[in-house]
Protein backbone atom coordinates (compact mmCIF):
# COMPACT_ATOMS: atom_id res chain seq x y z
CA UNK A 1 0.00 0.00 0.00
CA UNK A 2 1.71 3.33 -0.84
CA UNK A 3 1.62 6.83 0.52
CA UNK A 4 1.46 9.70 -1.45
CA UNK A 5 5.02 12.02 -1.46
CA UNK A 6 5.34 15.09 -3.66
CA UNK A 7 7.80 14.98 -5.94
CA UNK A 8 7.88 18.86 -7.14
CA UNK A 9 8.28 21.64 -4.14
CA UNK A 10 6.08 24.38 -5.65
CA UNK A 11 6.82 26.72 -2.56
CA UNK A 12 10.73 26.98 -3.47
CA UNK A 13 9.62 27.66 -7.14
CA UNK A 14 7.00 30.31 -5.79
CA UNK A 15 10.15 31.89 -4.01
CA UNK A 16 13.12 32.23 -6.44
CA UNK A 17 13.21 35.86 -8.04
CA UNK A 18 11.55 36.34 -11.86
CA UNK A 19 13.31 35.67 -14.65
CA UNK A 20 14.66 32.94 -13.09
CA UNK A 21 14.22 29.74 -15.07
CA UNK A 22 13.55 27.11 -12.16
CA UNK A 23 10.45 29.52 -11.48
CA UNK A 24 8.77 27.88 -14.24
CA UNK A 25 6.38 25.56 -13.34
CA UNK A 26 6.78 22.52 -15.93
CA UNK A 27 3.72 20.36 -17.67
CA UNK A 28 5.87 17.26 -16.77
CA UNK A 29 6.00 18.31 -13.00
CA UNK A 30 2.27 18.25 -12.71
CA UNK A 31 1.79 15.13 -14.53
CA UNK A 32 4.31 12.97 -12.01
CA UNK A 33 2.30 14.50 -9.40
CA UNK A 34 -0.87 13.59 -10.49
CA UNK A 35 0.64 10.15 -11.27
CA UNK A 36 2.31 9.53 -7.82
CA UNK A 37 -1.54 10.74 -6.34
CA UNK A 38 -3.76 8.71 -8.57
CA UNK A 39 -1.42 5.44 -7.38
CA UNK A 40 -1.17 6.14 -3.78
CA UNK A 41 -5.60 6.06 -4.25
CA UNK A 42 -4.92 3.01 -6.32
CA UNK A 43 -3.52 1.62 -3.46
CA UNK A 44 -5.74 2.03 -1.17
CA UNK A 45 -9.44 0.23 0.16
CA UNK A 46 -12.51 1.85 -0.28
CA UNK A 47 -14.79 2.48 2.63
CA UNK A 48 -17.56 1.00 1.72
CA UNK A 49 -17.79 -2.40 0.76
CA UNK A 50 -13.79 -2.99 0.45
CA UNK A 51 -12.33 -5.87 -1.51
CA UNK A 52 -9.19 -6.29 0.90
CA UNK A 53 -6.63 -9.14 -0.46
CA UNK A 54 -3.39 -10.07 1.43
CA UNK A 55 -3.36 -10.46 5.35
CA UNK A 56 -5.45 -7.63 6.47
CA UNK A 57 -5.21 -6.88 10.49
CA UNK A 58 -7.28 -5.13 12.70
CA UNK A 59 -7.22 -4.56 16.45
CA UNK A 60 -8.55 -7.74 18.79
CA UNK A 61 -11.92 -7.06 20.07
CA UNK A 62 -12.62 -7.86 24.03
CA UNK A 63 -14.73 -11.23 24.41
CA UNK A 64 -18.05 -11.09 24.57
CA UNK A 65 -17.74 -8.09 22.46
CA UNK A 66 -20.94 -8.13 20.34
CA UNK A 67 -21.03 -4.86 17.69
CA UNK A 68 -20.14 -4.18 14.54
CA UNK A 69 -16.34 -3.93 14.94
CA UNK A 70 -14.56 -5.96 13.60
CA UNK A 71 -14.05 -9.78 14.62
CA UNK A 72 -10.34 -10.58 13.90
CA UNK A 73 -8.98 -14.62 13.39
CA UNK A 74 -7.61 -13.52 17.17
CA UNK A 75 -11.33 -12.60 18.74
CA UNK A 76 -13.22 -15.73 17.16
CA UNK A 77 -10.80 -18.27 18.33
CA UNK A 78 -11.13 -16.98 21.88
CA UNK A 79 -14.89 -16.79 21.79
CA UNK A 80 -15.28 -20.69 20.38
CA UNK A 81 -12.45 -22.19 22.51
CA UNK A 82 -15.20 -22.56 25.53
CA UNK A 83 -17.82 -24.00 23.31
CA UNK A 84 -18.68 -27.86 23.01
CA UNK A 85 -17.38 -30.30 19.78
CA UNK A 86 -20.53 -31.19 18.28
CA UNK A 87 -19.37 -35.11 18.51
CA UNK A 88 -19.55 -36.57 21.64
CA UNK A 89 -19.51 -33.36 23.88
CA UNK A 90 -18.29 -33.90 27.61
CA UNK A 91 -20.81 -30.99 28.99
CA UNK A 92 -20.14 -29.84 32.50
CA UNK A 93 -22.48 -28.03 34.88
CA UNK A 94 -26.18 -27.78 34.10
CA UNK A 95 -26.68 -28.07 30.73
CA UNK A 96 -30.12 -27.45 29.31
CA UNK A 97 -31.46 -28.20 26.14
CA UNK A 98 -35.31 -27.79 24.77
CA UNK A 99 -38.16 -30.34 26.30
CA UNK A 100 -39.42 -32.98 23.61
CA UNK A 101 -43.25 -33.03 23.07
CA UNK A 102 -44.91 -36.02 25.35
CA UNK A 103 -44.45 -39.71 23.64
CA UNK A 104 -41.55 -38.22 21.13
CA UNK A 105 -39.37 -41.41 20.88
CA UNK A 106 -36.33 -40.19 18.63
CA UNK A 107 -32.69 -39.15 19.43
CA UNK A 108 -33.68 -35.98 20.31
CA UNK A 109 -31.58 -35.22 24.08
CA UNK A 110 -34.28 -36.12 26.95
CA UNK A 111 -34.28 -33.09 29.84
CA UNK A 112 -35.69 -34.22 33.16
CA UNK A 113 -38.40 -32.27 32.28
CA UNK A 114 -39.75 -34.92 29.46
CA UNK A 115 -38.76 -37.53 32.05
CA UNK A 116 -40.83 -36.40 34.72
CA UNK A 117 -43.82 -35.67 32.10
CA UNK A 118 -43.58 -39.32 30.94
CA UNK A 119 -43.55 -40.94 33.66
CA UNK A 120 -46.30 -38.88 35.17
CA UNK A 121 -48.62 -40.13 31.91
CA UNK A 122 -47.98 -43.72 32.76
CA UNK A 123 -51.04 -45.72 33.61
CA UNK A 124 -49.52 -48.41 36.03
CA UNK A 125 -52.61 -50.67 37.09
CA UNK A 126 -50.62 -53.00 39.32
CA UNK A 127 -53.80 -55.03 40.32
CA UNK A 128 -56.27 -55.96 37.82
CA UNK A 129 -60.11 -55.55 38.28
CA UNK A 130 -61.46 -59.09 39.19
CA UNK A 131 -64.82 -60.82 39.69
CA UNK A 132 -65.18 -64.39 41.29
CA UNK A 133 -68.32 -65.89 40.43
CA UNK A 134 -69.10 -68.87 42.86
CA UNK A 135 -72.72 -69.32 41.46
CA UNK A 136 -74.16 -69.31 37.89
CA UNK A 137 -74.61 -65.38 36.81
CA UNK A 138 -74.12 -63.21 33.97
CA UNK A 139 -70.89 -61.16 33.60
CA UNK A 140 -71.76 -57.69 31.96
CA UNK A 141 -68.40 -56.42 30.19
CA UNK A 142 -67.60 -52.58 31.57
CA UNK A 143 -67.15 -49.79 29.79
CA UNK A 144 -63.31 -49.54 28.32
CA UNK A 145 -63.05 -52.90 28.72
CA UNK A 146 -61.23 -55.29 25.52
CA UNK A 147 -60.03 -57.88 26.82
CA UNK A 148 -60.54 -60.36 29.76
CA UNK A 149 -58.48 -63.20 31.42
CA UNK A 150 -60.79 -66.07 32.25
CA UNK A 151 -60.27 -68.90 34.63
CA UNK A 152 -62.75 -71.66 34.26
CA UNK A 153 -62.68 -74.64 37.05
CA UNK A 154 -65.28 -77.30 37.19
CA UNK A 155 -66.64 -78.77 40.36
CA UNK A 156 -65.42 -81.65 41.99
CA UNK A 157 -66.92 -85.43 42.76
CA UNK A 158 -67.39 -86.28 46.19
CA UNK A 159 -65.50 -89.74 47.60
CA UNK A 160 -67.63 -93.04 47.95
CA UNK A 161 -68.96 -93.37 51.72
CA UNK A 162 -68.29 -96.94 53.59
CA UNK A 163 -70.68 -98.71 55.59
CA UNK A 164 -68.61 -100.40 58.95
CA UNK A 165 -71.23 -102.31 60.42
CA UNK A 166 -69.89 -105.85 59.26
CA UNK A 167 -68.13 -108.27 61.51
CA UNK A 168 -66.04 -109.39 58.72
CA UNK A 169 -64.32 -106.47 56.66
CA UNK A 170 -63.16 -103.00 57.61
CA UNK A 171 -61.48 -100.44 55.51
CA UNK A 172 -62.09 -97.44 53.51
CA UNK A 173 -63.48 -95.70 50.34
CA UNK A 174 -61.74 -94.35 47.34
CA UNK A 175 -61.84 -90.27 46.29
CA UNK A 176 -63.38 -88.18 44.01
CA UNK A 177 -61.67 -86.64 41.15
CA UNK A 178 -61.03 -82.80 40.65
CA UNK A 179 -62.60 -80.31 38.35
CA UNK A 180 -60.53 -79.96 35.18
CA UNK A 181 -59.60 -76.12 34.27
CA UNK A 182 -59.32 -73.77 31.26
CA UNK A 183 -57.48 -70.11 31.05
CA UNK A 184 -57.89 -67.65 27.98
CA UNK A 185 -57.23 -64.07 26.92
CA UNK A 186 -60.90 -63.36 25.22
CA UNK A 187 -61.91 -59.97 23.13
CA UNK A 188 -64.68 -58.71 24.35
CA UNK A 189 -67.24 -55.45 23.91
CA UNK A 190 -67.87 -52.87 26.36
CA UNK A 191 -71.72 -53.78 27.17
CA UNK A 192 -71.33 -57.70 26.12
CA UNK A 193 -73.25 -59.97 28.13
CA UNK A 194 -72.11 -63.46 28.55
CA UNK A 195 -73.73 -66.21 30.77
CA UNK A 196 -71.73 -67.68 33.73
CA UNK A 197 -71.96 -71.47 34.75
CA UNK A 198 -70.67 -72.81 38.07
CA UNK A 199 -70.37 -76.64 38.29
CA UNK A 200 -71.60 -77.92 41.57
CA UNK A 201 -69.53 -79.53 44.06
CA UNK A 202 -70.73 -83.79 44.42
CA UNK A 203 -72.62 -84.15 47.45
CA UNK A 204 -71.77 -86.03 50.88
CA UNK A 205 -73.12 -89.81 50.58
CA UNK A 206 -72.92 -93.09 50.42
CA UNK A 207 -72.29 -93.09 46.73
CA UNK A 208 -69.72 -90.50 45.19
CA UNK A 209 -71.34 -87.84 42.90
CA UNK A 210 -69.81 -86.19 39.65
CA UNK A 211 -68.90 -82.55 40.15
CA UNK A 212 -70.69 -79.97 38.00
CA UNK A 213 -69.18 -78.38 34.47
CA UNK A 214 -68.18 -74.96 34.62
CA UNK A 215 -67.84 -72.07 31.59
CA UNK A 216 -67.53 -69.02 30.57
CA UNK A 217 -70.30 -68.71 27.66
CA UNK A 218 -69.01 -70.46 24.38
CA UNK A 219 -65.89 -69.59 25.15
CA UNK A 220 -64.23 -72.00 27.29
CA UNK A 221 -65.69 -74.68 29.82
CA UNK A 222 -64.12 -77.30 32.30
CA UNK A 223 -65.58 -80.40 33.29
CA UNK A 224 -66.53 -81.56 36.81
CA UNK A 225 -64.21 -84.25 38.12
CA UNK A 226 -65.57 -87.82 37.51
CA UNK A 227 -67.24 -89.99 40.46
CA UNK A 228 -65.33 -92.80 42.44
CA UNK A 229 -66.64 -96.31 42.84
CA UNK A 230 -65.97 -98.16 46.38
CA UNK A 231 -62.09 -98.95 45.59
CA UNK A 232 -61.02 -96.71 42.79
CA UNK A 233 -60.37 -92.86 42.85
CA UNK A 234 -62.70 -90.78 40.54
CA UNK A 235 -60.61 -89.46 37.70
CA UNK A 236 -60.47 -85.70 37.10
CA UNK A 237 -62.18 -83.27 34.63
CA UNK A 238 -60.66 -81.39 31.84
CA UNK A 239 -60.44 -78.02 30.25
CA UNK A 240 -61.80 -77.16 26.93
CA UNK A 241 -61.35 -74.44 24.33
CA UNK A 242 -59.13 -72.57 27.13
CA UNK A 243 -55.53 -70.91 25.60
CA UNK A 244 -54.25 -73.36 28.29
CA UNK A 245 -56.37 -76.55 29.49
CA UNK A 246 -55.63 -78.09 32.63
CA UNK A 247 -57.09 -81.80 33.98
CA UNK A 248 -57.76 -82.43 37.58
CA UNK A 249 -56.18 -84.82 39.86
CA UNK A 250 -57.69 -88.40 40.84
CA UNK A 251 -58.78 -89.60 43.86
CA UNK A 252 -56.69 -91.99 45.31
CA UNK A 253 -58.11 -95.37 45.67
CA UNK A 254 -59.27 -97.20 48.80
CA UNK A 255 -59.54 -101.09 49.33
CA UNK A 256 -62.09 -103.63 51.80
CA UNK A 257 -59.64 -105.91 53.88
CA UNK A 258 -60.77 -109.04 56.14
CA UNK A 259 -61.04 -107.95 59.93
CA UNK A 260 -58.12 -109.74 62.20
CA UNK A 261 -55.91 -110.87 59.19
CA UNK A 262 -53.26 -108.72 59.86
CA UNK A 263 -53.50 -106.25 57.56
CA UNK A 264 -53.68 -102.47 58.97
CA UNK A 265 -55.25 -99.46 58.83
CA UNK A 266 -58.86 -98.24 57.51
CA UNK A 267 -58.11 -95.09 55.60
CA UNK A 268 -60.55 -93.73 52.74
CA UNK A 269 -58.92 -92.17 49.91
CA UNK A 270 -58.43 -88.76 49.21
CA UNK A 271 -59.44 -86.28 46.88
CA UNK A 272 -58.42 -84.90 43.57
CA UNK A 273 -56.22 -81.69 43.85
CA UNK A 274 -57.92 -78.82 41.48
CA UNK A 275 -55.26 -76.21 40.10
CA UNK A 276 -55.82 -74.92 43.98
CA UNK A 277 -55.13 -77.79 45.41
CA UNK A 278 -57.34 -79.16 48.42
CA UNK A 279 -58.22 -82.65 47.97
CA UNK A 280 -60.29 -83.72 50.85
CA UNK A 281 -58.22 -85.30 53.28
CA UNK A 282 -58.23 -89.49 53.72
CA UNK A 283 -59.71 -90.15 57.59
CA UNK A 284 -59.92 -92.94 59.44
CA UNK A 285 -63.34 -94.19 60.82
CA UNK A 286 -65.17 -91.00 59.82
CA UNK A 287 -66.57 -89.02 57.26
CA UNK A 288 -64.41 -88.49 54.40
CA UNK A 289 -62.41 -84.92 53.97
CA UNK A 290 -64.74 -82.47 52.11
CA UNK A 291 -62.45 -80.67 48.99
CA UNK A 292 -61.14 -77.66 50.60
CA UNK A 293 -59.93 -75.61 47.55
CA UNK A 294 -62.49 -74.73 44.62
CA UNK A 295 -62.79 -77.84 41.92
CA UNK A 296 -60.89 -80.16 44.73
CA UNK A 297 -62.57 -83.56 45.03
CA UNK A 298 -63.99 -85.16 48.13
CA UNK A 299 -61.95 -88.05 50.37
CA UNK A 300 -63.81 -91.50 50.98
CA UNK A 301 -65.14 -92.55 54.22
CA UNK A 302 -63.92 -95.27 56.00
CA UNK A 303 -64.97 -97.42 58.79
CA UNK A 304 -64.14 -100.77 60.47
CA UNK A 305 -66.54 -103.68 61.30
CA UNK A 306 -67.11 -102.16 64.71
CA UNK A 307 -68.28 -98.65 63.79
CA UNK A 308 -71.06 -96.75 61.82
CA UNK A 309 -71.64 -95.86 58.56
CA UNK A 310 -69.71 -93.09 56.94
CA UNK A 311 -70.25 -90.69 53.73
CA UNK A 312 -67.80 -89.66 51.58
CA UNK A 313 -66.54 -85.94 51.54
CA UNK A 314 -68.59 -83.82 49.51
CA UNK A 315 -66.78 -82.33 46.35
CA UNK A 316 -65.77 -78.17 46.47
CA UNK A 317 -67.60 -76.88 43.73
CA UNK A 318 -65.99 -74.98 41.02
CA UNK A 319 -65.38 -71.48 40.39
CA UNK A 320 -64.90 -68.92 37.15
CA UNK A 321 -62.88 -65.95 38.11
CA UNK A 322 -62.86 -62.81 35.59
CA UNK A 323 -59.66 -59.99 35.40
CA UNK A 324 -59.48 -57.27 33.71
Known sequence: MANYLKATDFAAKDALISGDPNKIVKGTEIDDEFDAIQTAVNSKANIGSPALTGTPTAPTAATGTNTTQIATTAFVQTEIAPKAPLASPALTGTPTAPTAALDTNTTQVATTE????QLGALVVTP???MQVFTANGTFTVPADVTKLKVTVVGGGASGYGVSGVNSNFMGGSAGGGAGGAAIK???????????VTVGAGGAS????????????GSHCSASGGAAASASIGGVGGTGSNGDLNIGGGAGSGASYHAAGDGTSGNTGGTGGNSIFGGGGLAKTNTTGGSGAAY????????????????????????VVIVEY
Open 114 to 117: FVQT
Open 127 to 129: IPS
Open 185 to 195: TITVTPGDSIA
Open 205 to 216: GQASAAGGNSSF
Open 295 to 318: GAGGGGGSSDHSTGTFNGGAGAAG
